[in-house]
């Protein structure tokens, strides 16, 4: 099949290397000249593992190509899909302008049918307004379809060929068994496909982002409680776990989610739900649990230094929103780290693939090092924001060499508290004694 994807950010570009991989053709569209260049020469503007040997092999054997010319890719292609940002503009709500102006271009260059997927995750009646654009543009009839993205930023290949579930917002039953033919590379071993009307795929995106990020915040607020009560949010964590109807994923203690999706889309579901005068209490709660553990975390280690904080250097081991990615877009460590810095405080930082965005991000008020010991010279503490693999059995005899004083604040839990007391480094983490 011959697909065009317009938007070669992170969604885009994730599945149009995957498409391709599945045997399509796959034309990439994006108006950055210097990011389309570069994706010409297989340079990968993110990381992601698996992404870069993908791109490079379907480079090579023509199945995928780059262009900045929207027309060109309309005319190659059946299946056109919008992978362009939705970010949150200044009220919460997702500004799908960007949508909207691509879908009206589309329209334009339209010579005959085409069908309209939109990747992008947009606010439900998108749907309504893309088919209006379009409408004011031209007359050849076309057909959209709402199929929300569910990747892990990390494992967003394998989420991509080896899918939970792949929605499919349409009510054209031709349009469904073209999308299932789409996506059948992916479906081997069974049909994991849900057809839906597109309003209804388009709020199945927020609903499971909001159910995960609840889980996240709950979680930390346990871990909150943990800590008033002496009690170890670790062994709470597996009580709850065990049972069959709440399972083990996303309730691990932490500094809260981050990341280009959850704080976008919580955001996004609490504005619908207030031009609709219909509340998202919830949705509002996590939010704010979710800023409340970032802010204790950072709080903890301030109160700790107290009036020598402006005297203080810490390492810091870990800066992308989570592990294996290079992400740092509302990283809970980046805010952490700017509380820090508020305070006079000097950051020395490591993280295995996100310092560049870091440093961008952060205007160049950190030093970062190479190596992750590197950042405990000279260090009153260590930090560890993220949960890199790496990090996961360090040399404490080292780090307690290192830091002027042997002290640790785990915003991961990562480590055994009695073992790293045994190695005798005094030792913070989150809801545990």
């Given amino acids: 099949m011959k697909v065009t994807v317009v938007g070669v950010g992170y969604v885009g570009l994730v599945a149009a290397g ?117 409408n004011q543009k031209t007359e050849i009839p076309f057909d959209y379809v709402g199929n929300p993205e569910f990747l892990k930023e990390g494992a967003a290949v394998e989420d991509f060929t080896k899918p939970d579930r792949v929605i499919i917002g349409t009510t054209n039953p031709a349009v469904m068994e073209l999308m299932k033919q789409l996506y059948a590379p992916f479906m081997r071993k069974s049909s994991r496909i849900i057809f839906m009307d597109p309003a209804s795929a388009e709020i199945t995106k927020y609903a499971a982002n909001a159910m995960l990020a609840t889980r996240i915040s709950f979680m930390n607020e346990m871990s909150a409680l943990c800590d008033t009560f002496g009690a170890n949010v670790e062994l709470v964590r597996a009580g709850i776990g065990s049972d069959a109807r709440i399972g083990n994923a996303f309730i691990f203690p932490g500094l809260g989610y981050g990341g280009s999706c959850f704080p976008k889309d919580v955001r996004a579901l609490i504005f619908m739900g207030e031009q609709q005068q219909c509340p998202m209490t919830i949705a509002r709660a ?31 081991w870990g800066l992308a929103f989570k592990a294996r990615t290079d992400d740092v877009r509302e990283s809970p460590a980046i805010h952490c780290v700017e509380k820090f810095l508020a305070a ?64 640790i604040f785990d915003g991961r839990n990562l480590y055994d508290p009695n073992y790293v007391k045994k190695q005798g480094i005094e030792y913070y983490s989150i809801g545990r004694p």
């Fill in 286 to 316: 996590v939010q704010q649990a979710n800023f409340t553990q970032q802010e204790r975390f950072a709080g903890r280690i301030l109160n700790f230094f107290g009036d020598k904080a402006g005297q203080t250097t810490l390492a810091v």
């Fill in 344 to 407: 006079g405080m000097k950051i020395k930082a490591y993280d295995p693939e996100a310092m560049p965005a870091a440093r961008a991000l952060l205007q160049n008020q950190i030093e970062t090092v190479e190596d992750s010991y590197d950042a405990l010279a000279g260090a009153d503490a260590l930090v560890i924001c993220t949960d890199w693999q790496e990090f996961r059995t360090p040399d404490f005899d080292l780090i307690a060499e290192k830091l002027n004083q042997p002290v």
């Fill in 18 to 134: 995957c498409l391709a991989e599945g045997g399509n053709h796959v034309t990439c569209v994006d108006n950055d000249i210097e990011k389309i260049q570069r994706l010409k020469n297989g340079v990968i503007p993110i990381y992601e593992p698996g992404l870069e040997e993908i791109i490079k092999s379907n480079l090579k054997a023509h199945r995928l190509s780059f262009t900045t010319d929207l027309k060109e890719g309309v005319d190659k292609s059946l299946v056109i899909i919008l992978a362009v940002g939705t970010p949150s503009a200044p009220d919460g709500s997702a500004d799908i302008s960007t949508v909207l102006e691509v879908a009206a271009k589309i329209a334009v260059f339209m010579t005959e049918y085409r069908i309209i997927v939109t990747k992008s995750t947009v606010p439900v009646g998108t749907y309504e307004k893309v088919t209006s654009v379009m």
